[in-house]
């Protein structure tokens, strides 16, 4: 990361920014798994909820990154961003290159894993600016909370 012009603190702010959105969802998926029996017991549903934590857990990596760096969060917030979709890229498309009966079962029809997996990459693609956009956002309110707090 060094060749790249980022330096030990700016990586390993990345890697906790990162770390902290891969454990909100964590817990926004152990949640969605609860929500299921909670919803089919009482009839409610929780994916708005779901949705807003997802989308919030963006902004937290990205405050998380802008705090520690404290300057250019905007910049290290949105780079969190591109590496947040390239990883999630990377194992979608993993998804596709690798036999159906692997990831899906034996029983799943063959040509329904690429058709799910193409899908899924669009899915990543699509979403790439609004992720991009909502980390750099957190990078810069973690950097102006920083800063006003000295």
Not at 12 to 17: H, P, Q, V, W
Not at 53 to 64: A, D
Not at 118 to 126: A, D, G, M, R
Not at 127 to 135: A, C, F
């Amino acid at each position: 990361m060094i060749a790249l012009g980022l330096s030990k603190k700016v990586f390993l702010a990345i890697a906790a920014g990162f770390t902290v959105i891969v454990l909100i969802g964590t817990a926004t998926s152990a949640i969605s798994f609860l929500s299921f029996f909670v919803s089919f017991r009482l009839g409610l549903t929780f994916s708005w909820l779901l949705k807003i934590t997802s989308y919030l857990s963006f902004i937290i990596g990205g405050f998380v990154v802008g705090w520690i760096v404290k300057e250019k969060g905007l910049i290290y917030g949105g780079i969190l961003g591109i590496i947040l979709k390239l990883v999630s890229i990377s194992i979608v498309g993993l998804t596709f290159f690798l036999p159906t009966s692997l990831i899906y079962g034996p029983n799943f029809p063959a040509g329904y894993g690429q058709e799910l997996a193409q899908k899924n990459i669009v899915n990543q693609l699509l979403s790439s600016p609004i992720t991009i956009m909502l980390t750099a956002f957190g990078g810069y309110l973690g950097e102006y909370f920083n800063k006003s707090h000295r």
